[in-house]
């Protein structure tokens, strides 16, 4: 039983305090992670470097007019967010729910949503440090210009990425009851709609019907946008109606299943009412 002196101190402090003291714990956790260290810069760096190399000039992968780098430097960007705001929230949601870790943590007088925020801005602080590698790299070794009359639409687009990937993912996880298994289903998820996403390449030459079928999903419009940020053509917001209202739905459906059914206690799911943590 927690003593009321320490319920009260803890129900006291501030809500930035205990939002930021969740996410200083996570982003401690992530440094201590060699896959954390992993999957949000040095994979990405990677990919940066390795398609430049690889793909000299990209006249046929990048969309018309724009050198391939100019291209890749936001969708790797794009990548990150996929890498910190997906696939590590459903590893690490996962693993500490089965570790029992969520469920002590809701047994304190902590209030449970301060663990969702504070993975929230671990994530957000890990995609803008990884962003400004990538973006820092692209501009110094790879000649890629800053668009700057743009830029505010890539950060926005990355806000909007940031918000929606992390919302589904903390919904996916939901589903996921083994540890061993987060990965694969992160990976298996994510990768195939970064491919036809226009992440790692242009699909503009590809089929319409992979277009259209990309563009239901919120990856693709928030990629998209990022890329076009980079584009000096781009005078407006450069992500479309249809686009914003499906990141806007799968944001919506994400957030719904947190609060319907966002699992503190290990095992495998089953539904049953929500009760609202304190």
Request: charged fraction near 10%; glycine fraction near 6%.
């Amino acid at each position: 039983m927690v003593p009321v002196s320490a319920e009260l101190a803890h129900r006291s402090r501030p809500v930035p305090r205990l939002v930021l003291g969740q996410a200083r714990y996570q982003l401690l956790l992530l440094t201590r992670s060699p896959l954390g260290f992993l999957l949000t810069l040095v994979l990405p760096l990677l990919l940066l470097v390795s398609l430049n190399v690889i793909t000299p000039g990209g006249a046929s992968t990048a969309p018309a007019g724009l050198p391939y780098a100019q291209f890749l430097t936001p969708a790797v960007s794009a990548f990150c967010l996929l890498n910190a705001a997906y696939v590590t929230t459903i590893t690490s949601v996962v693993h500490a729910r089965e570790e029992g870790v969520l469920k002590r943590l809701r047994g304190t007088p902590l209030p449970a949503w301060t663990y969702l925020a504070g993975r929230f801005t671990a994530a957000l602080v890990t995609s803008a440090i990884s962003i400004a590698i990538i973006v820092g790299v692209a501009v110094v070794f790879f000649k890629v210009h800053l668009v700057w009359h743009a830029f505010g639409y890539f950060v926005l687009a990355g806000l909007l990425g940031i918000v929606s990937f992390f919302l589904v993912a903390a919904a996916v996880s939901v589903l996921v009851s083994k540890t061993e298994t987060a990965l694969p289903v992160a990976f298996g998820t994510m990768l195939p709609l970064a491919f036809i996403s226009d992440v790692f390449f242009s699909s503009r030459k590809g089929p319409h019907w992979l277009h259209d079928l990309a563009s239901v999903f919120p990856v693709a419009p928030v990629a998209r946008a990022m890329e076009a940020a980079f584009n000096p053509a781009t005078t407006a917001w450069p992500m479309p109606v249809t686009g914003l209202i499906s990141v806007l739905c799968w944001t919506a459906a994400g957030a719904a299943v947190i609060v319907l059914a966002f699992r503190w206690d290990p095992g495998p799911f089953r539904f049953r009412p929500r009760h609202h943590p304190h």
